[in-house]
T-cell receptor, first 112, second 115 residues
Framework: TQLLEQSPQFLSIQEGENLTVYCNSS?????LQWYRQEPGEGPVLLVT?????EVKKLKRLTFQFGDARKDSSLHITAAQPGDTGLYLC????????????FGRGTQLTVWP | DVKVTQSSRYLVKRTGEKVFLECVQD?????MFWYRQDPGLGLRLIYF???????EKGDIPEGYSVSREKKERFSLILESASTNQTSMYLC??????????????FGPGTRLTVL
């Protein structure tokens, strides 16, 4: 059973388009993280959101944590080929052991 | 800079062989994790460890065991490799979580093929 449902699984768009990736759950998380993974590498943290309703911006990327801390979204404005990669959301349920629950990922391809 | 290294980038083994995957981190992190990554299935947690000699099962521990004899090193063992264990294996480490959660730092992965 997947604790975090991530959608869409695949996204193929042209340079300059906007896109949104969703991460949903019926469970509450103490924080939600977004990672990006490039081919041949491990995932790298982009952002952590902690407070319900929080919005964080990282250049053209906007991350939002739902008010109830059960869902999150990643919005990319004017996507570029360099944004291509696998985007993973991961939820922290407050365990002192540091365990994260990962979504299945969204493979984004941005064509020039 | 945190560095997590994995012993091999690519590994090819035969069915029934015992396979060791090694992971070393250099930032004195308490927690270490082993995941496998398969297309469409995301990252699935196999085992994790929160201290030397301490381990916890993740979601898919069957067919695997782990060893953590030193804080910086976490090994994943496939006692008798099978073809369905062909996958990308990722190791990660993290500090004990604070109020803002804790980032996991990943190694580059080991692509294991079992023939």
């Amino acid at each position: 059973t997947q604790l975090l449902e991530q959608s869409p699984q695949f996204l193929s768009i042209q340079e300059g388009e906007n896109l949104t990736v969703y991460c949903n759950s019926s469970s509450v998380f103490s924080s939600l993280q977004w990672y990006r993974q490039e081919p041949g590498e491990g995932p790298v943290l982009l952002v952590t959101v902690v407070t319900g309703g929080e919005v964080k911006k990282l250049k053209r990327l906007t991350f939002q944590f739902g008010d109830a801390r059960k869902d999150s979204s990643l919005h990319i404005t004017a996507a570029q080929p360099g944004d291509t990669g696998l985007y993973l959301c991961a939820g922290d349920r407050g365990s002192t052991l540091g365990r994260l629950y990962f979504g299945r990922g969204t493979q984004l391809t941005v064509w020039p | 800079d945190v560095k997590v290294t994995q012993s091999s980038r690519y590994l090819v083994k035969r069915t029934g062989e015992k396979v060791f995957l090694e992971c070393v981190q250099d930032m004195d992190h308490e927690n270490m994790f082993w995941y496998r990554q398969d297309p469409g299935l995301g990252l699935r947690l196999i085992y994790f460890s929160y201290d030397v000699k301490m381990k916890e099962k993740g979601d898919i521990p069957e067919g695997y065991s782990v060893s953590r004899e030193k804080k910086e090193r976490f090994s994943l063992i496939l006692e008798s490799a099978s073809t369905n264990q062909t996958s990308m294996y990722l190791c990660a480490s993290s500090l004990i979580p604070g109020l803002a959660g804790t980032e996991q730092f990943f190694g580059p992965g080991t692509r294991l093929t079992v023939l």
